[in-house]
């Protein structure tokens, strides 16, 4: 065989013969040490196994050390965890400062508006100007001709007048000639002829200098008129100069506002950079932390919702042994109308006084609460807003929830609470607790006591953060909730459950608030608050609470007395008291779908309409509003009703429309208001029209009911 041909082969049986070369020696080597060890001495072997313990020791010793530097990087890593929280928040500010400079940006608009308005302006009164100069040229053209013919007039009575001077001087001549004649009149019968002949011209030319001294009269009084009007172009001119200063500080105002709105553009592109960094920077973050989580997270669900599943106080008390005891019995059976009677009687006895209607309203507001979810009371601050609420659920026997809400809130966890990653556990809040302990459905077994339970949760003072922040899509979610008596199954309930994001590595876990759950908020309107937007108006009943007539000087308190006794079942609440609208009479119903497309007819002449959501919550209300169970078609409830609903839900959204071009509108929904009874609305309505004088804007602010 030729070698030389087979490079590879040898190469390979070389290695071959080296690795068996090795593994001998290493065999040999080994036998060696076995037998050299057993030849040796017992104290040899003893420090030699001294040696080798020695070394364990260091090894573990090194191990140690690794270990301290393994918790360090452990302690490193928690620290990089709460830097993401930090950064998270962080970058949650700078969204809500993004999407403040993107309002702001947006709000430009309106000042486009503005400024191309004050353009049209300009150009206007440019065209004002140039048509008043052309008409002080036309006038001054005919002063001018004016003048030119009372030169003429007057160079031609100076004509008349030397004329009627040699007349005169011929009548004179004439005289003598007659005197003469009269010796003489059969001598000279001719001159007596010519006498007749001049006095005739005489008289022709008397006439016409009369004529000429009416005419030189009424050109006189034309110059005079063509003078004044020449004064009055003046003085339009004149009054022009502070216009025209007015454009030039417009034009200067206009230049700043081009100058701002560029800053406000490269402000815009910069934030808009920060933006995309910091959304880099959190998907950076969220992969180290699920990578993190992925690693080191073990906990178990149940043990990460503990905080979640603890029974919120407002739903009873603690007892001894630390457990919440639920409160007595059901309240006994009662009608709805006696119910109320005891919260009128609770209130007064408390010191807080309020008129029946406005009681009613609320009721009603609450029992609407399956079509519009929130109930709003706004207004002064110190007119009973939080009070009402508080009496209200303790007189029915309804559970208590009250919610102060923060400046800072800008988000659902603000509410429902979130899931620390740090400490691997849900912080809840009272809401979340109450919610899960009420929702039979998705909890069965926390809310095994408290299911039958009625839950009223005051959002107060819920302005001072921008409701739409952190309110807005569970709002939505309550809007589209069924009756309970139609919510059995979970593709029903499903788009009205909240998610509750429980960890990273866990599933999440529906909560489903139903009727059984109420929202009341309140506000109060100064410069320290947010206004409501649309769609949480379109959603809510507003009860507004004037500056009152006169000031209490006693103070509230908690009467105990008319508490109720017991609580108020589910039930009663959901399926006896709560009417749908096809429960109304027929006849009631077709009156109050009249009256609702008349108002709503109004309403479109306003520039205001409403759709079949807002048409379908009318209804519901007058549909609920209190009543003997066999009066619910009793005309004067039903224009009550809608009356309400009037001042609840349609004034609101009337907010800054122009009154000048809406006056009519506006007194014909005062009317409406009168013909349904309600002559202290009307009259209201007309207050706010007069009101709305200086700014031309029309603004409810509610009015006081005696």
């Given at each position: 065989?030729?070698?030389?041909?087979?490079?590879?082969?040898?190469?390979?049986?070389?290695?071959?013969?080296?690795?068996?070369?090795?593994?001998?020696?290493?065999?040999i080597y080994g036998v060696h040490?076995?037998?050299?060890?057993?030849?040796?001495?017992?104290?040899?072997?003893?420090?030699?196994?001294?040696?080798?313990?020695?070394?364990?020791?260091?090894?573990?010793?090194?191990?140690?050390?690794?270990?301290?530097?393994?918790?360090?990087?452990?302690?490193?890593?928690?620290?990089?965890?709460?830097?993401?929280?930090?950064?998270?928040?962080?970058?949650?500010?700078?969204?809500?400062?993004?999407?403040?400079?993107?309002?702001?940006?947006?709000?430009?608009?309106?000042?486009?508006?503005?400024?191309?308005?004050?353009?049209?302006?300009?150009?206007?009164?440019?065209?004002?100007?140039?048509?008043?100069?052309?008409?002080?040229?036309?006038?001054?053209?005919?002063?001018?001709?004016?003048?030119?013919?009372?030169?003429?007039?007057?160079?031609?009575?100076?004509?008349?007048?030397?004329?009627?001077?040699?007349?005169?001087?011929?009548?004179?001549?004439?005289?003598?000639?007659?005197?003469?004649?009269?010796?003489?009149?059969?001598?000279?019968?001719?001159?007596?002829?010519?006498?007749?002949?001049?006095?005739?011209?005489?008289?022709?030319?008397?006439?016409?200098?009369?004529?000429?001294?009416?005419?030189?009269?009424?050109?006189?009084?034309?110059?005079?008129?063509?003078?004044?009007?020449?004064?009055?172009?003046?003085?339009?001119?004149?009054?022009?100069?502070?216009?025209?200063?007015?454009?030039?500080?417009?034009?200067?105002?206009?230049?700043?506002?081009?100058?701002?709105?560029?800053?406000?553009?490269?402000?815009?592109?910069?934030?808009?950079?920060?933006?995309?960094?910091?959304?880099?920077?959190?998907?950076?973050?969220?992969?180290?932390?699920?990578?993190?989580?992925?690693?080191?997270?073990?906990?178990?669900?149940?043990?990460?919702?503990?905080?979640?599943?603890?029974?919120?106080?407002?739903?009873?008390?603690?007892?001894?042994?630390?457990?919440?005891?639920?409160?007595?019995?059901?309240?006994?059976?009662?009608?709805?109308?006696?119910?109320?009677?005891?919260?009128?009687?609770?209130?007064?006895?408390?010191?807080?006084?309020?008129?029946?209607?406005?009681?009613?309203?609320?009721?009603?507001?609450?029992?609407?609460?399956?079509?519009?979810?929130?109930?709003?009371?706004?207004?002064?601050?110190?007119?009973?807003?939080?009070?009402?609420?508080?009496?209200?659920?303790?007189?029915?026997?309804?559970?208590?929830?009250?919610?102060?809400?923060q400046p800072r809130w800008d988000?659902?966890?603000?509410?429902?609470?979130?899931?620390?990653?740090?400490?691997?556990?849900?912080?809840?809040?009272?809401?979340?607790?109450?919610?899960?302990?009420?929702?039979?459905?998705?909890?069965?077994?926390?809310?095994?006591?408290?299911?039958?339970?009625?839950?009223?949760?005051?959002?107060?003072?819920?302005?001072?953060?921008?409701?739409?922040?952190?309110?807005?899509?569970?709002?939505?979610?309550?809007?589209?909730?069924?009756?309970?008596?139609?919510?059995?199954?979970?593709?029903?309930?499903?788009?009205?459950?909240?998610?509750?994001?429980?960890?990273?590595?866990?599933?999440?876990?529906?909560?489903?608030?139903?009727?059984?759950?109420?929202?009341?908020?309140?506000?109060?309107?100064?410069?320290?608050?947010?206004?409501?937007?649309?769609?949480?108006?379109?959603?809510?009943?507003?009860?507004?609470?004037?500056?009152?007539?006169?000031?209490?000087?006693?103070?509230?308190?908690?009467?105990?007395?008319?508490?109720?006794?017991?609580?108020?079942?589910?039930?009663?609440?959901?399926?006896?008291?709560?009417?749908?609208?096809?429960?109304?009479?027929?006849?009631?119903?077709?009156?109050?779908?009249?009256?609702?497309?008349?108002?709503?007819?109004?309403?479109?002449?306003?520039?205001?309409?409403?759709?079949?959501?807002?048409?379908?919550?009318?209804?519901?209300?007058?549909?609920?509003?209190?009543?003997?169970?066999?009066?619910?078609?009793?005309?004067?409830?039903?224009?009550?009703?809608?009356?309400?609903?009037?001042?609840?839900?349609?004034?609101?959204?009337?907010?800054?429309?122009?009154?000048?071009?809406?006056?009519?509108?506006?007194?014909?929904?005062?009317?409406?208001?009168?013909?349904?009874?309600?002559?202290?609305?009307?009259?209201?309505?007309?207050?706010a029209v007069q009101r709305s004088?200086?700014?031309?804007?029309?603004?409810?602010?509610?009015?006081?009911?005696?």
């Open positions: 065989m030729n070698w030389v041909l087979y490079p590879e082969v040898l190469s390979i049986m070389i290695a071959v013969l080296a690795l068996v070369g090795v593994l001998g020696l290493a065999f040490h076995r037998l050299a060890w057993a030849q040796l001495p017992a104290a040899a072997r003893d420090a030699e196994l001294a040696t080798r313990v020695m070394q364990r020791e260091t090894d573990l010793l090194d191990k140690e050390q690794r270990l301290e530097r393994l918790d360090e990087q452990i302690r490193d890593r928690e620290a990089k965890l709460l830097e993401r929280d930090q950064l998270e928040a962080e970058a949650a500010y700078w969204k809500s400062q993004i999407e403040a400079v993107k309002a702001e940006y947006a709000g430009l608009d309106a000042l486009r508006t503005e400024i191309e308005e004050v353009r049209e302006s300009y150009r206007q009164e440019m065209e004002s100007l140039a048509d008043a100069e052309r008409q002080a040229r036309e006038a001054k053209g005919e002063w001018e001709d004016a003048r030119t013919r009372v030169v003429e007039a007057e160079r031609r009575l100076a004509e008349v007048a030397g004329e009627a001077d040699r007349l005169r001087e011929t009548h004179q001549e004439l005289a003598e000639t007659e005197a003469r004649l009269t010796t003489t009149k059969a001598k000279h019968k001719d001159v007596l002829t010519a006498l007749e002949v001049g006095q005739d011209r005489l008289s022709r030319a008397e006439r016409e200098v009369e004529s000429l001294h009416a005419r030189q009269q009424n050109l006189l009084v034309e110059l005079r008129s063509h003078e004044e009007r020449l004064e009055t172009v003046k003085a339009e001119l004149d009054g022009l100069a502070p216009a025209r200063q007015e454009l030039t500080v417009v034009r200067e105002s206009l230049h700043s506002a081009e100058e701002d709105l560029k800053d406000k553009r490269e402000s815009l592109s910069r934030l808009t950079s920060d933006e995309a960094w910091l959304h880099a920077q959190i998907a950076r973050l969220r992969g180290e932390l699920d990578e993190a989580a992925a690693k080191d997270y073990e906990g178990d669900a149940a043990e990460s919702l503990a905080d979640l599943l603890v029974p919120p106080s407002c739903l009873g008390c603690t007892d001894n042994d630390g457990h919440i005891a639920v409160l007595p019995g059901q309240q006994p059976a009662e009608r709805e109308l006696d119910a109320l009677q005891r919260v009128r009687e609770h209130l007064e006895e408390s010191g807080l006084v309020f008129d029946e209607r406005v009681i009613n309203a609320f009721h009603t507001s609450l029992k609407a609460a399956v079509i519009s979810p929130l109930t709003v009371l706004a207004g002064v601050s110190g007119t009973g807003k939080s009070q009402l609420p508080r009496f209200y659920a303790d007189a029915m026997g309804m559970h208590f929830l009250k919610i102060p809400v988000g659902p966890q603000d509410l429902f609470g979130f899931y620390n990653y740090i400490e691997k556990r849900y912080k809840a809040t009272d809401l979340a607790r109450a919610l899960v302990h009420l929702d039979n459905y998705n909890w069965p077994d926390q809310a095994e006591r408290f299911h039958d339970r009625v839950l009223l949760v005051l959002l107060d003072e819920m302005n001072l953060a921008r409701v739409e922040y952190y309110f807005s899509e569970f709002l939505s979610r309550l809007e589209g909730r069924p009756l309970d008596r139609e919510a059995g199954t979970s593709d029903i309930r499903r788009p009205a459950e909240i998610e509750i994001d429980i960890s990273r590595k866990a599933r999440s876990r529906g909560v489903y608030a139903g009727q059984n759950v109420l929202f009341v908020g309140t506000m109060n309107e100064d410069e320290s608050t947010l206004s409501l937007s649309e769609k949480v108006l379109d959603r809510a009943n507003v009860l507004r609470f004037p500056k009152p007539k006169e000031l209490r000087s006693d103070l509230p308190t908690t009467g105990e007395r008319l508490k109720a006794a017991g609580y108020l079942p589910r039930r009663r609440w959901t399926e006896e008291w709560t009417r749908r609208i096809g429960d109304m009479d027929n006849a009631a119903l077709d009156r109050a779908t009249e009256t609702v497309s008349a108002i709503n007819a109004i309403m479109d002449e306003i520039g205001r309409p409403f759709g079949h959501r807002m048409g379908q919550a009318i209804l519901y209300y007058v549909a609920n509003y209190p009543s003997q169970p066999d009066r619910t078609d009793e005309p004067e409830l039903i224009n009550n009703a809608l009356a309400d609903q009037i001042e609840l839900r349609l004034l609101p959204r009337l907010r800054g429309v122009g009154v000048d071009e809406n006056r009519n509108s506006l007194y014909q929904l005062a009317g409406k208001a009168r013909s349904l009874g309600d002559e202290a609305l009307g009259n209201a309505i007309d207050n004088h200086d700014t031309g804007l029309f603004a409810w602010r509610g009015f006081t009911r005696e």
